[in-house]
């Protein structure tokens, strides 16, 4: 049964990756940026988001898309702020999948968008597996989880282009040695960057803003 | 494809749920109690099990199944109490299953031994669809997490025994309204025991303990 089992993943992975690059192709052709965004439950993900559309909203025309297991709680936070989002309901699956992001891709105009952060479903394991045609990776870890995470939950550390280090105002009451903490990434994966962020204080964000900026130059509001 | 993944889903689940039930059996026949504890990672698992061995290792003869995704290191704080204890690492799998518990269990002396607990993969979403054949399911979330996070992960909550709510020396620093949690588990949950503890100041601890002293009453070295 384990080899059937195996073979079925591979196959749903092969056809995931597939349709992730049909989705590239697709943003690419609408100068369009998407970042997916991972982490655990609760370390911040829609809290940087927010802080992020506010930093970004006058230069780049935002959208979000939000996977969640139950419940539509982050997505009204974000309309609130008169962006387009689009929840996505798992009805209980462990993370998003490329079929899922082309769904609420199909639900935005995509003339009117030059960039989108996906809220992926809380989960440092199952998220990491599945490209969801975005064009950069973000992990967000947050200094209550620990620093020793990215050695218990490798794959995540290894694929992310960026590991923003959240909630770095209550540093103070515990134990995460955050000045070894980009060793720690660097001996995992050599290229990501690391950012240490307080999306409560916004202590940080600018390094994290400037990165979107460099990354994503060509799909401004301004450029098009 | 989609009814094709859910039919292998179903026969997975099935056959994980008639492996659970043996080893429950197993377990009456050497009246060993067992927990299964599950969390985010960083919630505090191990942190929790390390001082239920202290409060409860003179009066059970304790052993630990511990499941991670890479590395030993909590097996390797169990050890250095002299307790027994097993690694299971799922080699990126997302959850524990009955089999690979049953396997750790092949690796334990089960004639001296009266109270297992089993420390998941840190993941809130996979683990709760796996019965281990563990008697009670333990679920801890930290204060940093946030207390929305029995709406956006239900099936976890709707599931467990007993919610430790860990991390309350930290309960100033963060919006976590811990007096109106019970409420919110109880509306999942009617049945589902709620303990705020702090594994770090060992408040609140007591409650836990006397729960477990009196579920698995039968089973303490005391009576054997």
Not at 64 to 69: A, L, P, R, W
Request: one cysteine or more.
């Amino acid at each position: 049964m384990g080899t059937r089992i195996l073979t079925v993943k591979e196959n749903i992975l092969a056809a995931n990756t597939k349709e992730a690059g049909i989705i590239r192709e697709l943003l690419n052709r609408h100068n369009i940026g998407m970042i997916n965004i991972m982490s655990s439950p609760g370390s911040g993900k829609t809290s940087v988001i927010l802080q992020t559309i506010h930093r970004l909203r006058d230069r780049y025309r935002i959208a979000v898309i939000e996977g969640d297991i139950a419940s539509s709680m982050d997505t009204d936070k974000i309309t609130r702020l008169n962006i387009p989002a689009v929840q996505i309901n798992t009805s209980g699956g462990c993370h998003l999948d490329a079929r899922m992001t082309r769904k609420a891709l199909d639900a935005l105009d995509l003339d009117r968008i030059n960039l989108i952060f996906i809220e992926n479903v809380g989960n440092l394991v199952c998220t990491a597996d599945f490209d969801l045609g975005a064009h950069k990776k973000v992990v967000i870890l947050s200094i209550p989880e620990g620093d020793d995470k990215p050695h218990k939950y490798p794959v995540m550390f290894v694929e992310a282009d960026v590991v923003l280090v959240n909630k770095t105002d209550v540093l103070p009451h515990f134990d995460f040695k955050l000045e070894e903490f980009p060793a720690i990434i660097s001996g995992l994966n050599p290229s990501a960057r690391v950012f240490p962020v307080s999306a409560k204080t916004q202590d940080g964000l600018n390094r994290w803003i400037s990165w979107i900026e460099e990354t994503f130059s060509g799909t401004s509001c301004e450029d098009s």
